[in-house]
């Protein structure tokens, strides 16, 4: 099949699977559709992996990552823990100057807040968020040693080995078959899962014993407060809790006005059963994520007309199960055509969508899906990844959910704190209430011990008005009426209880706003960034260039001496220091080595721009200047460079402009 | 006593107690020695916060902060947990304009790398660092409920209860003997806290039960890496250890050279018992953390020079335990007259002092205080704390410790990773060494089953010179000798082993590095910046003030439109963008309160420069701006407005400078 076909008849078979799950077909249909629905997934997948991009030298890659120090395996002097990683030197800082380009690129932007929470956060947070009970994987334990598996991964490596051993022997529609449930095995339940792992006869790959029926597994980092060992606590598995539980203070800072957001950017924890794929799935991450509190009936945004001409290329649900193709729509259109549930949630996709562009990213292997209705999160009523293509395949990379007003309205029942916005009106407007009027004594010596339930229950009749009403017919109709609290009844006579609707002039209502939430997994992004930069050159494969825009470059500016003479050390050291004073981060390398290694060097580090210091520098007062990716260079004045190379680096001055004074030099073989 | 006189009390008396202890005194005698020690530091204490400084409205100051959500407790909503703290929207902007500053002032400036590790590490680094042994304060339990006290905190408790009590019907030596038993809780050994327990029979708070023997309690948080609970982490403790890890590819990094340095920001997590004094001691806080690494023999730092000649305030050990007054000594002279170890360390003094200035730390309020021999870590073989007199006394804001290779000696020998440095000498040198011949089949022949315990002790010899000859000198002596290895003995002849000593001319040697550690608590200097730069207006002491450096203030610029008018909105948003485009954070007040109140808002965030737009400045073009502490005001054009905010904030101009160019304004009434 060709790509387009592949596509549509993926959307169709997903389609297909939703629809027997949702209409409680009967599990081996399921399966077996769930099954043709993976192969065609992987068969798409590999399609566009080689489809899309130039080919990248994975290899090459992962070891320029882990040699020059950008990302290496933690505690690796003591073998290393999967899925802990360290940030070296180039790394920490592409990390920071990514981070500083997020803020100024949504946060400066829009005036959005930023705050700086716990990692550690007590039970009640998130046993209130849904996390305690819902954040879960399905995971296996050897009935023999107690060891624990990750049900899906075992299910893969048995079908693997099974294939190694016997495959020679079987027909290919058996291998297929095999291989497709390897496949389908991370989107079982537990029931499922545990009749495929009987099927099969898995045992534990330790001991050879009999697996338990696979259970979920808390995904959350659990540690004790305090030394009681009785007050746990959880290890946060998002920055966006730490948001909601200040959201008063925040509304309070920002003096009672709403739309606004708040950012955080911090460390997550998530205990992986088995973590995978380098910083895609790891243990320990960054989240940088934005809650932008809006009005749940308005949900415009100011700045909507500044990105209303913007493309996108959107994959929503209705072309999923469709034609599987994506669209290319103005951000206008979107909202307009309603594909796009609102403003606000528009103009975030817009946003990132600029933002990563700016940071190096391929905007030929990017898409904003659109999550089905099946697939939502409980809390979300409209949500978009960010998915950008990696060697890996489609990698989600940032989510934009419309969280309506979940996580405020748990945390409020819970906290019995108030959170809401106030809206004040142009002009006063008529608003239906229910006042209610309550005969105390009457009440009070009908039910004696009993008021604490009963009073549960009239608290429970004050605040929802439709269920007061229809509480006052009961009473109108037949002068009594039962009132069940936590499943008793209490009966009601007509002298003890009523209610009236009344009409009245209001000028402000109390609203529990909704939340949009761009929410950007940074380790996803970075790998991103390094496989969308990385390169090596034509005829010298050995050389690899991380093409980091100057923006998120760790390094800007190599400053590089032809060789040790040491008339080229002040030269290099003024340049060093006038660098530095305007903040721009410099390496300079003053070894023995040729200039064409030195240039290899600061290439696997992505410095945008070389200053050679030669033997003519002492008479020309100039240096010559290389830029990374076109290996171009300039002769430029001493006098000048640092404030050239500034500009260069924040953008105001293109190389191509620049080339129009300074002409670029006869081509030299780099050696 | 005056100030001195308590100074050198405390000196002599805190000598005895240490001598006392050093040489096996009688428990009561210290327990005496350490009453009045700590009657004598209380004394001191209560002066030094009084005598220096201005009187801080401390009600008013932490009023401030929560109120304006720099800092708020952690879990609000839910009522909080004690150590833990949440920066709002000033805080973390002040937080993190204050790490890019020291990041400015000590990695841009000295090429330090900086790099980024987990906060979980397994149990292996923190076993071998020595954390899960030491890292521990003194709990009591309830013998009936469980429940655990921090023992020292229960003895104060108790003793202040007592004195509520009954102290009218004690004598004042009574009462005074009781309370210095209070003072001295938190340095008792696990016996002496026990004495004082079962003296005063306290009993456990909750339940009047008896309480256990008071044992140490490990401050790390433990918790389990995947999911079979059997691969135990803990949450970092310190940052320092990641480095440590790392150390062999930063020196690859850093192309083999040493001295070199090593950074890292981040969070760090302590289970306090009794968590206390707002962000001084809390559970879970940020470092900031330098590990210069230097040849052991030669400290020297290249840019000595540089910081020679600046005074600091030295509270060296030998004053300390003699005069207990501070003196004031050039860099240079505090090396030379070797009051401070070595250059390396005298740097980093220097340059902690000019930096905790630049922050606004008052320097009169600042001193190094060299520890003692007997406090110093086991690790240090020098150290000096920055201390900084807070409301609460004299307080501990940065660490300077020469820790020697303790750290990466543990670590190599632990994981057998080499972690060593190169030095190449200039000229070839004679070095001594010791050549082994084995005769391995007559060893082999004569210990058959043992070998393998053989063997571990013949490469103990091969690696240990000194006991390789003394081996030798026995065998030469008489024929034969005795290895002992693990408790056992075997008895080598003549003819099966020999050592002699060569000289072999060398090029290079490999030592393992010495390490200066300076090491920031970055909630305790927030803490001292919030102390020492809040103050309130004479006369109108409501008005709290927050004189931050503009290079921390979380806020630059306010932008203060007169009133609602319409006419102002438009300056107000073209001199946002100005501002923002140059990465100047703002805010604007648009509201309709009268400009006084405006200024003090922004005043209590902080903000160095106010910008007032009026009805005069449709016609001149011009705004009103005001300096934050002395409420003083210029007339300057809109056009040049943007730019000499920034020379204003970044430094390169002074107000009084401007002032000559626009002269500042007719005092108004702020209202």
Redesign the interface.
């Known amino acids: 099949m060709d790509r387009d076909s592949l596509v549509a008849a993926v959307a169709r078979q997903g389609a297909l699977v939703r629809e027997l799950k949702k209409n409680g077909g009967a599990a081996k249909d399921i399966t077996a559709a769930v099954v043709i629905l993976n192969d065609l997934k992987a068969q798409l997948n590999a399609l566009a992996v080689e489809a899309v991009g130039p080919v990248l030298n994975k290899k090459a890659l992962e070891d320029l990552l882990v040699r ?2 950008f990302v ?1 395996p ?5 073998g290393g ?2 899925g ?6 180039p ?3 592409l ?1 920071g100057n990514l981070l500083n380009a997020w803020r ?1 690129h949504f946060l ?2 829009d005036d959005v ?10 039970e ?2 998130l046993k209130t968020s849904g996390h305690v009970d819902r954040f879960t994987d399905l ?1 296996a334990k050897c009935t023999k040693s ?3 598996y ?1 049900a899906d991964k075992l299910v893969e490596d048995f079908i693997e080995n099974l294939l190694a051993k016997n495959g020679s022997t079987m027909s290919s529609e058996q291998q297929e078959k095999h291989r497709l449930v390897a496949t389908k095995a991370e989107s079982l339940s537990p029931e499922e899962m545990h009749a495929v792992i009987q099927e099969y006869g898995i045992l534990s790959p330790g001991h050879g014993a009999p697996l338990s029926f696979p259970m979920p ?1 808390n995904l959350m ?8 060992g009785s ?1 746990v ?1 959880y ?1 946060r598995p998002e920055t966006a809790q ?1 948001i909601f ?2 959201f ?3 509304l309070e ?1 920002n ?1 009672g006005k709403i739309p606004f957001g ?1 950012a955080q950017i911090g ?1 997550a ?1 998530r ?1 992986e ?1 088995a973590p995978r794929n380098g910083l895609v799935r790891v ?2 991450f960054q989240q940088a994520e934005i809650e932008w509190f809006v009005h749940p009936e308005d949900k415009s945004h100011a700045k909507f007309d500044l990105v209303g001409d913007q493309l996108l290329t959107l994959f929503p649900k209705n072309l999923q199960l469709t034609t599987g193709k994506t669209i290319q729509l103005s951000v206008r259109e979107a909202v307009k055509q309603k594909i796009i549930a609102n403003e606000s949630l528009a103009y975030y996709l817009a946003r990132t969508s600029s933002f990563v562009k700016s940071i190096g990213i391929d905007m030929e292997r990017v898409r904003f899906r659109q999550h089905l209705d099946t697939e939502m999160a409980h809390y979300a009523c409209d949500c978009w990844d960010l998915e950008i293509l990696l060697s890996s395949g489609w990698v989600e990379c940032a989510g934009h959910a419309d969280r309506s007003c979940y996580d405020l309205q748990v ?1 409020a029942a ?2 019995k ?1 108030e959170m809401v916005g106030t809206l004040k009106y142009d002009a006063p407007r008529a608003v239906e209430l229910v006042n209610i009027k309550l005969n105390k004594g009457k009440i009070g010596k009908s039910f004696k011990s009993d008021m604490a339930i009963v009073n549960k229950g009239l608290e429970a009749l004050s605040v929802d008005g439709k269920a007061a009403l229809s509480f006052e017919a009961a009473l109108a109709a037949t002068g009594s009426a039962t009132l069940k609290v936590d499943g008793r009844e209490f009966l009601f006579t007509r002298d003890m209880w009523s209610a009236t609707k009344v009409t009245k002039m209001m000028s402000e209502e109390k609203f529990m706003p909704s939340v949009i939430e761009p929410s950007f997994g940074v380790g996803r992004i970075l790998t991103a960034v390094f496989e969308h930069t990385f390169y090596t050159r034509e005829g010298d494969e050995k050389r690899g260039v991380m093409s980091f825009p100057p923006i998120i470059a760790p390094i800007k500016v190599a400053i590089l001496p032809l060789s040790t003479a040491k008339e080229f050390t002040p030269v290099m050291q003024q340049l060093e220091r006038e660098l ?1 004073s305007m ?1 721009i ?1 410099t390496k300079s390398d003053a ?1 023995s080595v040729a200039i064409g290694r030195k240039y290899a060097r600061v290439d696997e580090l992505g410095v945008p721009f070389g200053v050679t210091i030669d033997f003519e520098t002492g008479t020309d007062k100039c240096v010559t200047v290389r830029e990374r990716d076109s290996c171009a260079q300039m002769r430029i004045p001493l006098a000048k460079i640092s404030s050239i190379l500034k500009s260069l680096i924040e953008g105001t001055l293109t190389w191509k402009e620049l080339s129009k004074t300074y002409p670029i030099l006869e081509a030299k073989k780099e050696e």
């Open positions: 020059k120090m290496v933690s505690f690796e002097i003591y823990v999967a802990f990683y360290d940030f070296g030197p790394g920490a800082a990390k100024r400066m932007e807040l930023e705050i700086e929470c716990t990692n550690i956060m007590p009640v947070v995971m107690g060891e624990c990750r597994f980092f659990k540690c004790h407060i305090g030394p009681e007050h606590g290890l730490g539980l200040n008063r203070r925040l800072y003096a708040c460390n924890f205990n059963i243990r320990e945390h819970k906290s704190v530095r903040g981060q070894s």
